[in-house]
């Protein structure tokens, strides 16, 4: 067994560290990764409970900055061995301009590989998404495929496109020469809908149904599968295949994955259930409570009002065409890629997931009331 010197002697750093997703890989890295000797987290918006990690043994360093700024992103990177690229805009409610998502997801994730490639990091996982994939703008389901089966991947949002025009440019960089002549190792990692404790839609959706007297009301039949994945197991992931990618370059370099684990496929509303249920939520109508065709139409009108009040106001609802599509669409995955490549097994059962989200919904209804 090496030393403690010498087993502590790698720097990694996590963009987007401070997000919903990112927040739990860098309390994954400090707990399950004990080659760690310095954890960087790279954020435009860094949390105050950062403050609280660099009490241990593990340098914790915080760099506020913006991945759109190269510059900002090389600092950020030399002298890591190892990136996970998690910062990103998640927006598919209108809330930022198609250019600004693009600058960020696609221009940010450039930066992100010139700089690994500059200073000479030489490994680098991307958090992409299933909606690299889909739903297509077709709305062909996707019914529990895998990393292999064909589907039509054609997008117009700005939001999938950006992940995909992303995923695309770290997977070609597997293989390039770092500074110092070493390859740059790159994979991507897919989640489904990511579920758990910080959730920001869930907590919306849950707030929605208290105005609404503790009701929601039944849009998508039960019957339209949705793939969802515990954030911890989300987060594991991440961690495994950082590591395993340093000992199996050549079988994992330039490779996609799946996240997945054992949560149930059911409807993105019936998922939610599981958790707004034991909150004190009731999900209204066994089958959707209004026609598709009236359902389209709200969609349609709250795009128009989004772009009318936009001189004014964001007005920027769940309910939009794109969400309703991708609601309405089944998208769930099957795959042991994870497993078969670097040994994956998720951390957290259904039953801890589900427990743990529930705990969290809990403590931030106790402490809204
Ligand atoms: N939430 C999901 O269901 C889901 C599913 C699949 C993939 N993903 C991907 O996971 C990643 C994280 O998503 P999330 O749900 O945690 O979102 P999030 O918005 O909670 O986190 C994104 C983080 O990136 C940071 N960020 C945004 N723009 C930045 C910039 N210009 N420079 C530096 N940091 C910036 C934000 O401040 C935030 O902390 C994203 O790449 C997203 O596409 C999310
Ligand atoms: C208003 C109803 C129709 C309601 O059911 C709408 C739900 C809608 C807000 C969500 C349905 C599917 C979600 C997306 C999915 O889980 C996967 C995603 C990929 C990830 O990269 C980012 C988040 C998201 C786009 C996620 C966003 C919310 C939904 C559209």
């Avoid at 560290?17 to 994954?28: D, W």
């Avoid at 404790?197 to 849009?219: K, N, P, S, T, W």
């Avoid at 992931?237 to 054992?262: I, T």
């Avoid at 801890?352 to 209804?365: G, K």
Wanted: proline residues 6%.
């Amino acid at each position: 067994m090496a030393d403690s010197a010498q087993a502590q002697k790698l720097v990694y750093l996590v963009t987007g560290g401070c997000g919903f997703l990112g927040e739990h890989v860098v309390r994954m890295l400090l707990q399950q990764e004990p080659r760690l000797r310095e954890l960087r987290i790279f954020d435009l918006h860094l949390g105050p409970w950062l403050e609280e990690l660099k009490t241990g043994p593990v340098q914790v360093t915080a760099i506020q900055g913006d991945v759109t700024q190269a510059h900002e992103v090389a600092a950020a990177v030399a002298g890591a061995h190892v990136v996970i690229h998690t910062a990103g805009l998640v927006d598919v409610f209108g809330r930022a301009s198609p250019e600004t998502i693009h600058e960020v997801n696609v221009q940010g994730t450039k930066n992100v590989i010139e700089a690994c490639v500059q200073t000479g990091t030489q490994f680098l996982v991307y958090t992409s998404s299933m909606e690299v994939v889909g739903p297509n703008i077709k709305g062909h389901p996707f019914y529990r495929g895998n990393e292999d089966t064909p589907y039509e991947a054609v997008h117009r949002h700005p939001y999938p496109s950006s992940k995909a025009r992303a995923e695309q440019l770290v997977l070609e960089a597997n293989g390039r020469k770092v500074r110092g002549g070493l390859p740059l190792v790159t994979c991507a990692l897919r989640p489904t809908g990511i579920y758990g404790e910080g959730h920001q839609i869930m907590r919306d959706i849950y707030y929605q149904g208290l105005r609404l007297g503790g009701r929601l009301f039944r849009a998508i039949p039960a019957s339209v599968e949705h793939g969802r994945v515990y954030v911890g197991n989300v987060a594991w992931m991440h961690v495994l295949v950082a590591r395993e990618l340093q000992q199996r370059p050549a079988l994992m370099g330039g490779q996609v994955y799946f996240c997945y684990d054992k949560s149930p496929y059911k409807s993105y509303e019936d998922f939610n259930m599981e958790f707004l249920g034991p909150c004190g939520l009731r999900l209204v109508g066994t089958r959707p409570l209004l026609p598709y065709w009236l359902l389209m139409f709200l969609a349609a009108l709250n795009a128009l009002l989004q772009w009318l009040l936009r001189p004014l106001l964001l007005y920027a609802p769940l309910l939009n065409p794109y969400t309703l599509a991708m609601a309405n669409t089944t998208f769930t995955v099957s795959t042991n890629k994870a497993q078969r490549h670097f040994g994956y097994e998720p951390l957290f059962s259904w039953e801890e997931s589900r427990t743990r989200t529930i705990r969290w919904m809990q403590a931030m209804d106790s402490s809204a009331q």
